[in-house]
């Protein structure tokens, strides 16, 4: 079975990778706490996060790992790529502190998951990026006791009206619609699937 090295600090990341992966792909964990890049684009925190984990010799095995934005419409696409840092900051709470007031289409949100992927040692070989979103938009208040981050606030439509947000979803039903789950699963089929010979475009 193909071994492949997540590197973050977030166990709740590598959970839902590993019922993604099942018997597929053994998942190690690498619990390294590299730099918080503030970048205006996912794609450039995620790429550049992976380049600086290898040219460090963090890790000598092929590695991934992944950074992920909610883009809300009322606020210009605020946190984006600074989703962590602000999490952090103001949390659940201060996202809807800034929405109050703001209904419907302005409420429209949209989660994105980049994952960078090493399988070379070599600085001269860029990472592999696969990238994943999920629609929906930001609920009235939290609501839902799983998932972790943004999840109790950022409600995903599922059709003939019904919506939950991912905190009221199990780990399973998550993975299947989440913007992590899309782009981890795209990792996924690119390790099981692709010939070496064809491995060299990003993955979107």
Same mark, same amino acid.
């Given at each position: 079975?193909?071994?492949?090295?997540?590197?973050?600090?977030?166990?709740?990341? +590598?959970?839902?990778?590993?019922?993604?992966?099942?018997?597929?792909?053994?998942?190690?964990?690498?619990?390294?706490?590299?730099? &918080?890049?503030?970048?205006? &684009?996912?794609?450039?925190v995620a790429r550049e996060s992976a380049n600086w984990v290898r040219e460090r010799g963090? +890790? %000598?095995?092929?590695?991934?790992? &992944?950074?992920?934005?909610?883009?809300?419409?009322?606020?210009?696409?605020?946190? /984006?790529?600074?989703?962590?840092? +602000?999490?952090? %900051?103001? /949390?659940?709470?201060?996202?809807?502190?800034?929405?109050?007031?703001?209904?419907?289409?302005?409420?429209r949100a949209t989660f994105k998951t980049v994952v960078a992927f090493c399988e070379s040692p070599s600085p001269e070989t860029a990472p592999l990026l696969f990238v994943g979103t999920a629609e929906g938009k930001i609920a009235e208040k939290p609501r839902g006791e799983g998932g972790f981050g943004y999840d109790p606030i950022f409600e995903f439509e599922e059709g003939a009206g019904t919506s939950r947000t991912?905190?009221?979803?199990?780990?399973? &039903?998550?993975?299947? +619609?989440?913007h992590r789950g899309r782009a981890f699963g795209k990792l996924l089929d690119y390790l099981v699937d692709v010939e070496p010979s064809s491995r060299t475009k990003n993955r979107t």
């Open positions: 079975m193909k071994k492949i090295v997540f590197v973050t600090t977030n166990e709740n990341k +590598v959970k839902e990778l590993r019922e993604l992966a099942g018997t597929k792909i053994n998942v190690e964990h690498l619990n390294y706490d590299y730099p &918080e890049l503030q970048l205006d &684009e996912t794609e450039a963090v +890790v %000598k095995e092929p590695f991934f790992l &992944e950074d992920s934005g909610l883009f809300v419409r009322a606020l210009n696409g605020f946190p /984006g790529p600074f989703s962590a840092f +602000v999490a952090e %900051k103001i /949390g659940n709470e201060g996202i809807l502190k800034l929405l109050a007031g703001k209904e419907g289409e302005e409420r991912f905190a009221e979803m199990s780990r399973a &039903e998550k993975n299947a +619609v989440s």
